[in-house]
Nanobody
Framework: RVQPVESGGGLVQPGGSLRLSCTAP????????MDWYRQAAGKQREWVSS???????SYADSVKGRFTISKDSPKDTVYLQMNSLKPEDTAMYSC?????????????WGQGTQVTVSS
């Protein structure tokens, strides 16, 4: 079971930066994909970004140019660098691993980490 664990959330002022981490033992050896999602209070969960073990990345339009996803394969860790944060980025951020050896299409979810952007 490639169970992810997130960290790195917190309170930051508008325009600031945060880096989220998601560690999932077996992520690299099982050729999983890692997605970041977020869910703001009272809103539906939305996809933010994805990275494959091959290094391919994709982003939602709302974060393109501000967020960068990357990975450290030996550490089985994916990072989400978030710059130029806006109040509307406030949400619970969760990562999900998925793939043939990673829970199939349903995958495995982490517990989430809260990001609050406020002055």
């Amino acid at each position: 079971r490639v169970q992810p664990v997130e960290s790195g959330g917190g309170l930051v002022q508008p325009g600031g930066s945060l880096r989220l981490s998601c560690t999932a033992p077996g992520f690299t050896s099982n050729s999983c994909v890692m997605d970041w999602y977020r869910q703001a209070a009272g809103k539906q969960r939305e996809w933010v970004s994805s990275i494959s073990t091959a290094g391919g990345t994709s982003y939602a339009d709302s974060v393109k140019g501000r967020f960068t996803i990357s990975k450290d394969s030996p550490k089985d860790t994916v990072y989400l660098q978030m710059n130029s944060l806006k109040p509307e980025d406030t949400a619970m951020y969760s990562c999900k691993t998925w793939g043939f050896y990673c829970g199939g299409g349903n995958g495995y979810w982490g517990q989430g980490t809260q990001v609050t952007v406020s002055s």
